[in-house]
């Protein structure tokens, strides 16, 4: 008798109160495969996955594991079984050693006494088995973001894990980073392990893929993979439409000479002396290495990160060292690479989400009151124009799918109506199609005299709209370049020198 596939889905459909997350989906993983699933934000990636993983129940249709029924077995039974789900947002314990997280707190004793000799031992092997190369009591706090996630899967495979799920894994990687961590995945699929991956970069999943599923509204399109499949059939595939890419226009709005931000000689929390202009209407790239002194800087200008000494002036006005609450007044806005701690507000609904930031601005109604009426219809403007997917601004922000989530932070920077936006990972966790939505309408809104810090490790992106692109390392700027035909090869080899001259 032949051997079943690893994994078997079978006509699953979801429905979520009113809302259809699936419809009929079936697909199959084989030991060893590597099945990615693609879709716009809320097409139901996640909702199939975490059904796979025993999260939560189908409503229809069941799932097999090794050809077993596993229907009625819960997410420890499943994990048992070998079926691993690695969330998108880190799921270790950052206080907490490697060692300890590898054993995810089931600790072996002698003695009755924790044996750390023992864990460190075990931990050391294994983390030389899969190659990465950390000491195993270092604080999972302390590890660069390619390890935390290689951990991740370490962890995965110390659980004896046949099929593990990568939601979004690559998120905010840098070029050389998601290498790694595809050599490490083709590694462990090489000894038979399997993976389910979730990805919005289309170039990754044909690299990386034996099958491809799309999801469409909730809907299944699988993808012939036995015959030469284009990043372009892919893109329309996962939109339903053509996709075509938003590009910077060469010729720059009115007052594109003038200065909106004048920064001098800053000091502070990783930053030894920046000095910088950005023009209105200017998309500012911003280059750097975590650590470098790319992200501080930006932080620093919303008041994030600490400041010692330096000027900054916004709009000719001297601004004094800034609180996001004095950066906003100045209109400077900020999206955080980390939206999940620093943005959303789970329990609130969308239309609370999108106007928090503006209620001292133009939601401000006499008597200090917020104008609700403004407020609705404004959020209604956006989730219309950035395509949200939402029953309506009145649901709460935890039913929304991840992607729908950065939308409406995105929605809520665009509405404070700022003179100078900064973005830090702007598009991590956005479908293609929204992302380019999104990045037209920041070019759109430089266009009319904007300024925009955009921060990415996504460089295709940032050489698509950077007007200029400046480079970070150790606390300093070291290169200003025009970004006039410049080669995502050149920047790297740029980035690299800087850190390697050192
Ligand atoms: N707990 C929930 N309650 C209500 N609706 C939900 C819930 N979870 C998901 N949904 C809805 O189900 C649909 C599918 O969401 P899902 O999270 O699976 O999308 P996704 O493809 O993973 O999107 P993304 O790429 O943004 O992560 C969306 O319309 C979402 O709003």
């Known amino acids: 008798m032949n051997k079943p596939p690893l994994l078997q889905v079978n006509n699953i459909s979801k429905v979520f109160g009113a809302t259809p997350a699936l419809s009929d989906v079936s697909l199959e993983v084989s030991e060893g495969g590597i099945h990615s699933l693609l879709g716009r934000n809320g097409a139901g990636k996640s909702t199939l996955v975490n059904i796979i993983a025993g999260i939560y129940p189908p409503t229809t249709g069941d799932v097999l ?10 997410i420890f039974t499943r994990q048992e079984l070998g079926i691993r789900l690695v969330p998108q947002h880190e799921n270790s314990f950052p206080d907490l050693s490697v060692a300890e997280n590898i054993f995810s707190g089931v600790l072996p004793t002698r003695g009755g006494l924790v044996d750390w000799k023992q864990i460190n031992d075990v931990a050391a092997e294994e983390l030389a088995a899969y190659g990465l ?17 290689k951990l991740n899967i370490i962890r995965a495979m110390h659980s004896g894990a046949k099929l593990i799920i990568l939601d979004e894994p690559t998120t905010a990687l840098t070029n050389r980073e998601r290498a790694e ?14 993976f389910i991956f979730i990805s919005h970069y289309l170039g990754e999943v044909l690299e990386l893929s034996d099958a491809i599923t799309v999801l469409r509204d909730g809907r299944m399109f699988p993808v012939d993979t036995s015959d030469h499949v284009s990043e372009a059939h892919l893109a329309s595939l996962v939109a339903g439409e053509e996709v075509e890419l938003a590009h910077r226009a060469i010729d720059r709005g009115p007052d594109a000479d003038g200065v909106f931000l004048k920064v001098t000689d800053l000091h502070g929390d990783n930053l030894e002396g920046v000095s910088i202009d950005v023009r209105k209407g200017e998309i500012l790239g911003v280059v750097g290495f975590p650590g470098s002194g790319a992200r501080e800087f930006c932080r620093a200008l919303f008041g994030l990160t600490r400041l010692d000494s330096g000027t900054i002036t916004a709009g000719g006005q001297k601004v004094a060292l800034p609180s996001p609450e004095r950066a906003i007044a100045e209109g400077i806005s900020y999206i955080s690479y980390d939206r999940q701690r620093e943005g959303i ?34 959020s209604e403007q ?73 921060l990415t490790n996504d ?37 690299d020198r800087e850190k390697e001259a050192v």
């Open 65 to 74: 594991f090794e050809g077993r029924d596993i229907r009625s077995l819960n």
């Open 133 to 149: 190369a950390v000491d195993p009591r270092t604080l999972v706090r302390e590890l660069s973001s390619i390890d935390a996630r």
């Open 181 to 194: 961590l595809f050599t490490f995945v083709r590694e462990l699929k090489a000894r038979g392990t399997a």
């Open 345 to 378: 507000m789970p329990t609130f609904d969308v239309n609370e989400n999108i106007g928090i930031s503006s209620h001292a601005g133009k939601l401000r109604a006499l008597g200090g009151f917020v104008n609700l009426a403004l407020q609705r219809s404004l």
């Open 382 to 454: 956006y989730r219309q124009a950035l395509k949200i997917k939402c029953n309506s601004i009145d649901d709460s922000m935890d039913s929304l799918s991840g992607g729908n989530q950065q939308k409406v932070i995105v929605s809520r920077l665009l509405n404070t109506d700022p003179r100078l936006l900064i973005l830090d990972e702007p598009t991590v966790g956005i479908d293609i199609k929204s992302r380019e939505e999104i990045i037209s309408t920041i070019l759109d809104l430089t266009h009319r005299g904007m300024s925009t810090i955009y």
């Open 459 to 495: 460089y295709e992106e940032l050489l698509r709209v950077a007007d200029r692109l400046v480079f970070f390392d150790d606390g300093r700027i070291v290169t200003v370049l025009d970004n006039t035909d410049i080669t995502i090869d050149e920047l790297t080899a740029i980035r």
